[in-house]
């Protein structure tokens, strides 16, 4: 017998490497998670394991033990689908986020319709607002295109299908920005279940009831059956094997057409935050409190912030900037200002609500080398917003900022398409209706109003990131097949990095986007 376990122990052994597929999320993380207290292989633990076992093991060592990172192991696809562009950013903004929206580029989002919130008397004049921006819109896009085909003649190596592609997709991102933040769009995102109940829980507790909504349909869908791809193809299958053999029958439906249910214990706790609703009520309190009569000063659509200010100030700033419209270096100076002991009373309201479970408040991660304060139209933070390898900040919604005009280097100017006016006056017609519809004194109002804020109203919002993401995120936003808005900004963020930093600027293999482009190319 020694002699057999000694040959065991010494034989040679070879690497097992097999994709997985057909286990339900929750079995599949507890598989996953007995590699660290059994030696059984994946394919036996999953043989052995029970939807029943997995939820035992679940409510013990995840929310009795607190291991969150077995919630890591198990993945979730959701569709979510007739949302407003405003619940989606709320939506995706998770640092562990991984999905794919509906795109204002190759889209019309004319047909789309939109959400109306709940504003009593004042709803006729809000769908009176959100009308006469989709009439822009269709007007602008229009006109855009025709201008561009004027402009820009096809090649005779171009297919005429993929020319009208081309330019329709150009005359659609000048058009965006007429898009108001009510606009029905759609999702699909693919998160572990450890992100989706903060996400479900961050939304609950959001100040919008859409998005509120929208979090306790997520919970429910996390732990109610999943629609099944091949539950109509199954169901027949299912129906000729009975016809054939009654026993064999039952037997193949309870395999094939069982529900599963993706995530029923590791969301349904789900709630909302009260570390987040704390601490946002009083850290408004605070800022308003510490900028109060003090106008918002002019700053710079790209502002970096690698001074070296005190980790101190640093936080406390941080912690205020998501709850006022102040750019950072104006709040920094005031905080700054204050004592040693003003300012720890200030980083204490961002820990005072801590549950023993919370991760602390994205603003306290700080240390980052490059700071950079953005303002720009909210269009184009959508897509900045996908970056994950950075911290982000983001201020609320407002017509504090006013909003931007589309310019391309190399394509017609609204002004050269006849189309300045028709531009200008939705805008400042949309912003009109935001600022009477939120002091009209309906329930939520200030929240409400912001969904008729058009994508190119301005919004600022801070990115800490080291310097690898800064390289990136400028080489890639700056290329000439991307949106003109964030380019600028791509552009920007390397010019600061050039004048704080020349002897890094030799690495960054970037476009000078002040040359015209060429607008077929993509």
């Known amino acids: 017998m020694i002699d057999d376990l000694h040959e065991n122990q010494n034989k040679p052994s070879e690497t097992d490497v097999y994709a997985i597929h057909g286990a339900d ?3 599949l993380a507890y598989a996953m998670a007995k590699y660290s207290r059994s030696s059984l292989t994946m394919k036996e633990s999953l043989a052995e394991i029970s939807a029943q076992r997995a939820e035992q093991f679940l409510n013990t060592f995840y929310f009795q033990y607190g291991h969150r990172s077995i919630a890591d192991l198990a993945h979730i696809p959701f569709a979510i689908e007739r949302l407003s562009l405003l619940a989606a950013i709320e ?8 999905g794919q929206e509906r795109s204002t580029r190759y889209q019309n989002f004319r047909t789309s319709g939109w959400f109306t919130p709940d504003l009593g008397v004042e709803t006729p004049a809000f769908t009176a607002a959100i009308e006469a921006l989709f009439t822009a819109y269709d007007s602008i896009g229009a006109g855009m295109l ?17 020319y009208e592609r081309t330019l329709k997709a150009r005359a659609f991102d000048v058009a965006r920005y007429l898009l108001p933040l ?22 609950l507790t959001s100040e919008f009831a859409e998005v509120r909504q929208i979090a306790e349909k997520l919970r429910i869908a996390a732990t109610e059956p999943a629609w099944n791809v091949y539950q109509t193809s199954a169901q027949v299958l ?11 029958g039952e037997r193949a439906a309870e395999a094939l057409l069982r529900p599963v249910k993706t ?71 005031h905080v700054a200002a204050l004592s040693d002991a003003r300012r720890m009373e200030l980083i204490t309201l ?78 400042d017609a949309a912003l009109a209706s935001y600022r009477q519809l939120r002091d009209s004194g309906v329930p939520e109002a200030a929240q409400s109003a912001q969904y008729c804020l058009p994508l190119g109203t301005r919004c600022r919002s801070m990115f800490k990131m080291d310097f690898a993401e800064a390289l990136y995120i400028s080489e890639l936003r700056s290329g000439v097949a991307g949106h003109f808005s964030y380019r600028r900004v791509a552009w920007e963020m390397y010019k600061a990095v050039e004048a704080k930093h020349p002897g890094l600027a030799k690495h960054f293999r ?10 077929l190319r993509r």
């Open 238 to 248: 299912c129906e000729e094997i009975f016809s054939v053999d009654a026993a064999c």
């Open 25 to 27: 999320p929750e079995v």
């Open 182 to 203: 009510a606009t029905n769009t759609s999702l699909g995102q693919i998160v572990n279940a450890r992100t989706l109940e903060t996400q479900v829980s961050r939304l």
């Open 263 to 333: 995530a029923p214990t590791l969301v349904k706790y789900a709630v909302r935050n009260g570390y987040l609703d704390g601490s946002r009520g009083e850290l408004t309190a605070a800022a308003a409190e510490l900028m109060a009569g003090q106008p918002i000063d002019p700053a710079p659509v790209v502002d970096l912030l690698d001074d070296d200010e005190p980790l101190e100030v640093e936080l406390a700033t941080s912690l205020l900037y998501p709850h006022c419209h102040y750019s950072y270096r104006q709040l920094r100076s």
């Open 91 to 98: 939506l995706v903004d998770e640092q562990r986020w991984d």
């Open 146 to 162: 025709e201008a561009l085909k004027t402009a820009i003649p096809r090649p005779e190596a171009m297919k005429p299908e993929a």
């Open 510 to 519: 970037i476009e000078d986007v002040n040359e015209p482009v060429d607008l």
């Open 350 to 427: 961002g820990t005072k609500h801590r549950g023993r479970h919370d991760e602390l408040l994205r603003a306290f991660s700080a240390g980052r080398g490059f700071r950079f304060d953005i303002l720009m139209d909210i269009g184009g933070f959508r897509d900045m917003h996908r970056h994950r390898r950075c911290v982000q900040l983001l201020q609320g919604y407002t017509d504090v900022h006013g909003y931007e005009e589309p310019v391309c280097p190399g394509q017609p100017s609204l002004a050269e398409a006849g189309l300045e006016g028709v531009y200008t006056s939705a805008m």
